[in-house]
Every structure is written in C-alpha cells, then in structure tokens.
C-alpha cells in the first residue's frame, strides 16, 4: 500500500534559520509529489510538485524540493525561514495509476520573530 | 471565482443527525476527492470520484455516502453522527493528467455535540 512518511512532527526555529522538512514514501510505481502548505485557519496550497525532469523543482516563496528516487525521498527546504512561514507542511504522493493522493501527517512549522 | 467551493463552511449538530456537506469544482476537473482532517492535522482520504464513479473508498464507515450528480460535484451525507466524526472535511479536485496537483476547497469544519 501506499503510504507516506514525515517526520519531526513539530519544529520550531528562529526568523532567517534554515529549514529541511523530510518527506518518504514507500510506493514503487510511477509517482508524482508535491509539498503543500497550510496557514492557520486556511485550505491547503501548493508549495511545488515534481513530476519528471529535473529532480530539483523551485517553488513559490522561496521553497525547493529534491526527488531522490533511490531513497523514495522528496524533501522541502528553504534556505531563511519568515515569521509568514509559521504553517503546516504537508507532502503528498499521486499514485499515477489509480489517482489516489495519499498525504504524509505534516510538518507544523512555527517560526519565532 | 473560487475554484473549489464547499458549504457550510461551518457546522454543529447533535449525535444521531443526518447532514450533508456539498462540494462543486468550477476548474473541469475529472477527479473529485473528500479528505478528513481530525484534530492533529492528520488528513485521511475518504473517497476520490473520476468523471462521477466512485474509484477509491477507504476505511470509512458505511454511514458516510458520496454522491456525485455530475462532474463538477461531490457531496458528502453523513448518517447518524457520533461524536468522533468531529473533524474538518476537505474536497479536492484534480485532472486527470501527469503532473497535475489537486486544488482544495475552504473546507468544513464539523463540530458533534
């Protein structure tokens, strides 16, 4: 079965730190990932996706992921975290061959000023 | 426009009622998915329609029945609340192409009482 693993359920750093948020998951097939985001009180949004191509996708605010597909591993970071950036992150995986968006327990992020 | 619309946005009922969460995608979007988020964030799939057949329906008791009219709709009834349905109920849409991510609607937050 597929399933989806995110680690380091809580973290907590400081304005300008870095961060890495790691993503696993255990599916063989033909996958597309993607990193959501969700701000308090707020739906979730797409960070990036990663399909095909070049395994290092860019996205909004700041963001990148890396798809390493001999770990099963898609982790987020971003090199200088923001107050802004206090939310919950959570990775998710297509499987391409029924659809099913399964999504990790989440990341919740809180950057302190 | 929003893309993926949900109503009520909020809803509290008593245990033992029948309710029903409606979901429409103005984006024609092919799949339709409900997720429940309970209270630590974890987001769980309930079901995922493609172009109004039912294609994933996980673990989910058999009080809770989708319906999905046409395309552009997936609503959610709910039987007989217990207090453990208390959780926010996301639907999400999808095309059905490589690469493509799912949007979410504002979700709904249920409250049992």
């Known amino acids: 079965a597929q399933s989806v693993s995110q680690h380091n359920h809580h973290v907590i750093l400081s304005e300008a730190a870095s961060l890495e948020l790691g993503c696993n998951y255990s599916y063989g097939g033909t996958v597309n990932l993607f990193w959501y985001v969700q701000y308090p009180g707020q739906h979730l949004q797409l960070l990036l996706k990663y399909f095909s191509g070049d395994p290092l996708v860019k996205g909004i605010k700041g963001f990148e992921a890396e798809f390493i597909k001999s770990k099963f591993s898609f982790n987020l970071r971003k090199p200088s975290v923001q107050w802004s950036d206090t939310a919950e992150y959570f990775c998710?995986?297509?499987?391409?061959?029924?659809?099913?968006?399964?999504f990790g327990k989440g990341n919740q992020v809180v950057v302190i000023p | 426009d929003t893309a993926v619309s949900q109503t009520p946005k909020y809803l509290v009922t008593q245990m033992g009622n029948d309710k029903s969460i409606k979901c429409e995608q103005n984006l024609g979007h092919d799949t339709m998915y409900w997720y429940k988020q309970d209270s630590k964030k974890f987001l769980k799939i309930m079901f995922s329609?493609?172009?109004?057949?039912?294609?994933i329906n996980e673990t989910v008791p058999n009080r809770f029945s989708p319906k999905s009219p046409d395309k552009a709709h997936l609503n959610l009834h709910i039987n007989s609340l217990e207090l453990g349905d208390s959780a926010v109920y996301f639907c999400a849409s999808s095309q059905d192409t490589v690469g493509t991510e799912a949007f979410f609607g504002q979700g709904t937050r249920l409250t049992v009482v």
């Open positions: 329609y493609n172009n109004k057949e039912l294609i």
């Open positions: 998710a995986v297509k499987n391409r061959g029924n659809n099913r968006l399964a």
